[in-house]
Structure formats: C-alpha cells, structure tokens
C-alpha cells in the first residue's frame, strides 16, 4: 500500500475540492467498525461524526453488511418503473413506523433528493408555490435545497431558486428578535409569516424544517414551537414538510423527533444513517397527498432510485434500530453524553451553552458567557487537537459550535475517552484580544 504522503499527493493532483468542511488533507481512513476508524498509518479515533453521520448505526454493523452482500448476489438494481422486492418490502416497514396517515413512501438517494422532491409534491398537491425555512436549516446542497439552506453556503453561486424565503429560527440561546421564551408566546413564529404573508406571489405551498437544527448549530426549537407551527401552515392551506434526515430513526430517543410533541407532519424525509452506511433516502406521506400530486402528473426518478441493494440496506438499517433498541440507546447514551459536557461547562467559561438530544449534542463556545460573544476562532482549534488525539467532530457556525455525533455503538468508557480528549483541547485554546 502506498503512504499517506504519496496518496496526498496523489489526491492534491486528481480528487476535486470542495468539500464541506475544507479538510483536503489526512487522515486517510482504510476501516471502521462500530464506534471507530482506523487509518492508513494504522492509527484509532474515536468518529463522533459518524462518518459524515450516516454511519450512526456504527461503521460496518454486520446486519447492514449482510444484506448488502445478499444484495449483490441477488440483484443490484432494477428498473426505476417497475417495482423489486426489496423496495415493496421497505415501503411496507416504513409504514409500520410511521403515524397515520403517513404510509406512502418513495425512495431516492440522498437527502437534497428527498427534500427537492418533497417540496415538488407540496407544490403539485397545494397548488402552491412559495416554500419557507428557517434561518438556520440545511437541506442539501443541491441547487434547489441549497436556497433553502440558510445555514450557510450560499455565496458565489448567483441567485437561488424562485419562491424560496427564510424564516426567523427558534435560537432561544440568542434569539434574533431579542425575546426570552415562553414570555415571547413565540415571537419568531408571528414575525415569520408575517413575513410570508407579505411576500408570497400565490398561494404559500409548504414550510420545510428540521425538528432540531444540525447544521445551523444544533438548535433545537422550544416546547410546542412544532405545534403552533403545523398550525400556521394549516391556517394557510400550506404542507408542512419535516426534514428528519439526521434526526429520525432513533437518533434523538424517540423514532422521530416529532413524535415528542404529538404532531403529525404532511411530508417526512428520511436519509443518512437509513442505509446504514448506503446511500438511500425516503419521501413518506399520506396515499391523499400522492394521489393528487401524482394525478397532476408529478414524476420524479432517477438511474438508482428504489434499486434493490440500497433498499436492502434500507430494511436492514430499520432491523437494527428496532432489534437494537436505537432510541433508549440514544436515550441512555445521550444523557451521559449531556452530564460530562455539562461537567466541562462547569470547568471552562468558554462553554457558554450545552443543548441537543439523544446522540446528536452540541457545544456553543462564546467570548463572555455575559455577553454571549461567539468564539469563532475557538472551535477549529479544539477540533484539529481533537482529531491529533484520536477525536473527530464537526464545528458548526463559523467555529462558535461543537457538534458530537456518536454511534449507537458507543459505550460510557468510550464517551469518557472523549470527553478526556475534548477537556484537553478546550485547555488548549487560545483566544485573540
């Protein structure tokens, strides 16, 4: 095998840019299992981004690996217009999970595919054409969901997309409008369509968001926001499309997030970690939603949509959530997880905020925890030493959050082992000014 030097070398003159966190150099990863990754120099971390959080089933679960290779021994792919086994037999357990009336389902491949796709139907069943999010989603970063990603990576690429519009976000840590919850009887909520209503063209079609903002710093919406929510969209005749791509199956303590506040969305999207390590992802809604969308000869395939080997690892991704017990794992794991950041927080002023659930945590460095200053130039800092002592993460707004990530498979002693590399980094920081 060729060495790490060689292959960056290699990869400098031939692998295209561009990537998210802008990383471009080593480590080269050759392994995983479970909780971990290994290197080309044979060196361990411990991955708290489950790879880029699709593997949060843990790397290479046996029960994903297996069906894979009965897929390939059986059949790879299949024409899109005709149906496969595996693909009926997905539908069928999503149904399962999900609510009523939400037993429809399609499948696709990535999360930006889902989400474009899930905001076509809207526009085809309402009638509509408007689509809000809010100011801190991600959605993908496809042309159309990247104008309604308003967590970043939006400069250089000209105008978005036509009947896309931002919301003010529920960030109660530093609330945009200068309000405390629940004295502000969700002041982001009236102030957001207010906005709607003075800017749509037509009639408003969907608002599109994530029951807990990942990407934009993980933020997660006060107690009854979804609520009050779904009941705006209903008000105006609008769908209200969830993005549970890194939030559902488990991931949080319950099957999907929203399943906490009792409330019923019109459109669900699935992906990440729905694979379990296999690129699939998924549109549920109710048969009334399909059948007008698809009477208005709404289409939408592509070569690999419902191919039996990745709905193979579709089916063998919802065993291992149901047969493992996913949620009280993120339940149990994610509460020891929340008590040591909490416990860092106590020993160091530059952890201003600990939020999120289940296995998704977040970390909000500030300045001052008085003036809640964003210390930006603090969490690139804490990760690159973090990922020299074997700890990967990811930083989200612009440095000022920590986002952790574990596998299901992730044990107490290896949250510890963490936590010991994350004290050491936070120790570490050196701040300007």
């Known amino acids: ?121 809207a526009r085809k069943y309402t009638g509509g054409f408007e689509v809000a999010s809010p100011h801190v989603s991600f959605h993908g970063m496809s042309d159309a969901t990247r104008a309604l990603t308003f967590a970043g990576w939006h400069a250089g690429y000209g105008p978005s997309a036509a009947g896309t519009m931002a919301m003010v976000a529920p960030y109660c840590y530093r609330c945009p409008l200068a309000q405390t919850f629940p004295d502000c009887e969700y002041a ?18 969907a608002v599109l968001t994530e029951p807990l903002f990942s990407a934009g710093g993980v933020i997660e919406p006060p107690q009854g926001w979804l609520a009050d929510l779904k009941r705006r969209c209903e008000e105006r005749g609008m769908l209200l499309i969830l993005d549970e791509e890194q ?20 459109i669900v999207t699935l992906a990440k970690h729905f694979g379990g390590g296999v690129c699939i992802s998924a549109i549920v809604t109710s048969a009334e939603i399909e059948e007008r969308a698809t009477a208005d000869e709404f289409i939408v395939t592509h070569s690999h949509s419902n191919d039996p080997l990745a709905c193979a690892a579709g089916v063998a991704s919802l065993d291992v959530v149901e047969q493992d017990g ?5 339940r149990r794991l994610g509460g020891y997880l929340k008590s040591k950041l909490l416990g860092l927080a106590d020993r160091f002023e530059l952890i201003g905020d600990v939020r999120g659930r289940g296995l998704l945590q977040g970390v909000e460095l500030v300045r001052s925890r008085e003036s809640r200053e964003a210390a930006t130039e603090a969490g690139p800092q804490i990760a690159a030493q973090a990922l020299r002592e074997g700890l990967i993460f990811s930083v989200r707004r612009e440095g000022s959050v920590l986002r952790l990530v574990p596998p299901a498979t992730t044990t107490e002693a290896q ?19």
């Not at 010991?420 to 000014?433: N, P, S």
């Open 1 to 121: 095998m060729r060495t790490e030097a060689e292959l960056l070398e290699a990869a400098r003159r031939y692998s295209f840019g561009g990537r998210m966190d802008k990383s471009g150099g080593g480590p080269i990863f050759v392994r995983g299992r479970g909780s971990e990754v290994e290197d080309i120099n044979g060196k361990r971390y411990l991955d708290f981004n489950s790879g880029q959080m699709c593997a949060a089933l843990g790397h290479n679960h046996p029960t994903i690996t297996a069906a894979v290779q009965e897929a390939c021994e059986t059949l790879i792919h299949a024409h899109s217009s005709f149906y496969n086994v595996r693909e009926i037999e997905l539908a069928e357990r999503l149904a399962g999970l999900m609510p009523e009336p939400l037993k429809k389902s399609m499948f696709l491949q990535s999360g930006a595919d889902a989400n474009e796709a899930a905001v076509n139907i």
């Open 188 to 205: 982001c909520l009236d102030t957001s369509f207010e906005l709607i209503d003075a800017q749509t063209t037509s009639r408003p079609a």
């Open 247 to 266: 939030t559902g199956l488990g991931k949080l303590g319950s099957m999907f997030a929203f399943e906490d506040e009792g409330v019923v969305p019109d």
């Open 326 to 330: 996913v949620p009280e794992k993120a």
């Open 415 to 433: 949250v510890d082992e963490a936590i010991e590399i994350l004290a050491g980094a936070l120790g570490q920081v050196r701040m300007r000014g």
